[in-house]
């Protein structure tokens, strides 16, 4: 099945220690989304790829990058992890055009030690 | 900018029962779309339903309705013949038409009682 997988499912870093988490897609999407997920809140949009188009959302931390090498890929590296930073973190796909729903991975659960 | 309201943190139906879900969003917008999600515990979000704005019909899927009122700025969830597997946190969401970013409420957590 076509989906959208996200490693690792489980994340441990050390506060100020980088870490890099990881989305595939195999839908062949235009679009792919990096969402923040705190515990019993609404995802938070971080920034997201239209094809190779980068859009930041203007809230979104510089502690927070992304790459996008191919199509398939996308990475969200957090250069220097705080506690704050303890979250969910969700991919997500779409296709581009007039409101396409998304559709998410499983997620990254990001602990911080 | 858009806003999108759930008002109802929790909400708990007998298995078998119907129950719906409430949420309102702000927009000065006419062209829009908007969208229920759902999220099971520890397990990924999915696309329940899609409503265009333009279109007056309310979406349906199977057991899932939606009652649009475009006026109001209304979109409410019908859960009909409610299964254990309906149990999840249930987000409705707003997108601008040529935008690509969902607006989020915050959220409504269904309980299902056998």
């Known amino acids: 099945d076509a989906m959208v997988i996200q490693n690792p499912r489980y994340q441990v870093t050390q506060f100020g220690k980088p870490v890099t988490l990881s989305c595939s897609q195999t839908?062949?999407?235009?679009?792919m989304y990096w969402y923040q997920q705190k515990s019993s809140q609404a995802p938070k949009l971080l920034f997201h790829?239209?094809?190779?188009?980068?859009?930041n959302e203007a809230d979104t931390p510089d502690n927070f990058q992304s790459r996008r090498p191919n199509t398939s890929f996308c990475f969200l590296d957090i250069r220097s992890p705080g506690l704050g930073d303890a979250a969910m973190y969700l991919c997500?796909?779409?296709?581009?055009?007039?409101?396409?729903?998304?559709?998410f991975g499983d997620g990254t659960r990001l602990s911080i030690l | 900018a858009q806003t999108v309201t759930q008002s109802q943190p929790e909400m708990s139906v007998q298995e078998a029962e119907t129950v719906t879900l409430s949420c309102t969003y702000d927009?000065?917008?006419?062209?829009?779309?908007l969208f229920w999600y759902k999220q099971p515990p520890s397990r990924q979000m999915i696309l329940v339903i899609r409503?265009?704005?333009?279109?007056?019909q309310n979406a349906t899927e199977n057991r899932f309705s939606v009652n649009f009122q475009k006026a109001a700025k209304s979109f409410s969830l019908k859960i009909s013949d409610s299964q254990l597997g309906d149990a999840a946190m249930y987000f409705c969401?707003?997108?601008?038409?040529?935008?690509?970013?969902?607006?989020f409420g915050q959220g409504t957590r269904l309980t299902i009682n056998p």
């Open positions: 927009t000065s917008e006419s062209d829009y779309y």
């Open positions: 409503q265009e704005a333009y279109k007056q």
């Open positions: 790829y239209y094809d190779k188009d980068f859009n």
């Open positions: 997500a796909t779409s296709r581009g055009g007039r409101g396409q729903p998304q559709h």
């Open positions: 969401a707003y997108m601008l038409q040529g935008a690509q970013k969902l607006v």
């Open positions: 839908l062949n999407h235009n679009v």
